[in-house]
């Protein structure tokens, strides 16, 4: 099959899937992923809190080892912002949260092994690849 056949049978079935599941029910990926942080993303987070960066660093990130536009990452897990199921910070929260669980992104055929390894975080990466296999047979 085309990768991108691949890539809109992966869209149109986690569209479906993601209409039936609530993320605030379980905000596993909240509870199990430290999402990295881009130097824009932690001075509108700052800003958000009413705290200047470097407080906001140090309270609540590291550096990451990756090379790139994501020099860091939360602290913690559970992530520092999650309140009860909820993200404190919704509205301004990163990057790596709004694209969370990444099932939208192109070239899924070569980002399998890392979607595999969200199926035990993720509901709907689970339900998503269960109905892939059932109709790749």
């Not at 987070?45 to 309270?59: K, Y």
């Not at 550096?63 to 909820?86: D, I, M, S, V, Y």
């Not at 993200?87 to 979607?115: K, M, W």
Request: glycine share 4%; net charge negative.
């Amino acid at each position: 099959m085309d990768p991108d056949e691949i890539d809109e049978r992966v869209r149109s079935t986690t569209e479906r899937v993601w209409a039936s599941i609530d993320c605030k029910t379980c905000a596993n990926s909240c509870r199990q992923v430290r999402p990295t942080v881009t130097d824009e993303e932690v001075s509108r987070l700052a800003l958000r809190l009413g705290v200047n960066r470097q407080e906001f660093i140090e309270q609540y990130l590291e550096a990451t080892e990756a090379l790139g536009e994501n020099p860091w990452q939360t602290r913690t897990l559970p992530c520092p912002f999650l309140k009860g199921n909820l993200c404190s910070v919704y509205d301004d929260r990163p990057a790596d949260c709004q694209g969370y669980p990444y099932l939208h992104n192109e070239d899924f055929v070569s980002r399998t092994i890392a979607v595999i390894e969200r199926t035990f975080t993720c509901p709907i990466v689970y339900e998503v690849m269960e109905e892939l296999k059932k109709s790749f047979g």
